[in-house]
């Protein structure tokens, strides 16, 4: 196998991953499809872009920023739309059309302040990569892979140790059982919409670094977020890491051994395999109650 097949597919599964944990962490404590959640990835790169861009903002300042706004959108989202429908026993029906009103309503709103065309957050020339073992990557694409496994394990030892962390294990295994235990699921809920909005604004950012964005970038992201998760299995940090790894396997190579045509193609069949063969996934655990 070539050696940059092999970067190409850790680049891959940095983002997969990152973004799989952040759709994860909500959906574990919620049951439902959160589908707007593509939209704060993509509101994350375009908050960069408004503060580094059409601003001026250092990057020092203008990532911060950018990744507050985007924990505090999908906090507000939480707050305003999604709670009040919870409490008045909303359908998971209704809670999935809510979330897709909210995408489409934002990403229009994306598209008419910025325009539809590309735009990039990138203020350096384009250079040729850093050779490792023979294959290129380059300083941004480092920083991906860094920043996600970084992430990944600092979500992993909160929900392990930090009390706010063994609460959100705990809604997410039985939310009527955690009230009983005295837990206020509205704000670990809250808690939750907060952190994996953070994440998803930070993959949005680092992906607008590598390849540029445009206001349509968040669902396909969110797409293969979802499959990795369900492959990986709903509720294991550790089953979504690799079911993100082997996701970022089987895209790379279909591209590089049939067809870039096949990336996605090769993603929903190998879904689908797992949902014939093994639909709890790596993590091995029965899916309570799942709902769209």
Known sequence: MSSQIIVNIIISFSIFALVAISFSLIYQTTRFFHFAHAVIFTSGAYFAFLFIQMLGWSYYSAIPAAIALALLLGGLIEFTIYRPLRKKKSSAIVLLLASLGIYIVLQNLIS???????????????????EIAGAYITPVQLVIVASSLLLVGLVAGYLMLAKTGKAMRAVASDSELSKLSGIK??????????????????????????????????????????????IGGVGSIWGIVLGSLLLASAQNLAVWYISSQWMDASAFLLLLIFLLFKPEGFAGKKIRKAEV
Not at 112 to 130: A, C, M, Y
């Open 112 to 130: 008419l302040f910025f325009g539809d065309d590309t735009k990039s957050i990138r203020t350096w020339e384009v250079r040729e990569g850093i």
């Open 185 to 230: 699921s509205d704000r670990i809920i809250l808690i939750s919409f907060a952190i994996g909005s953070a994440l998803a604004g930070i993959a949005g950012i680092l992906v607008a670094l590598d390849v540029d964005m445009t206001p349509t970038m968040g669902m396909n992201m969110l797409l293969m977020g979802v499959v990795a998760m369900i």
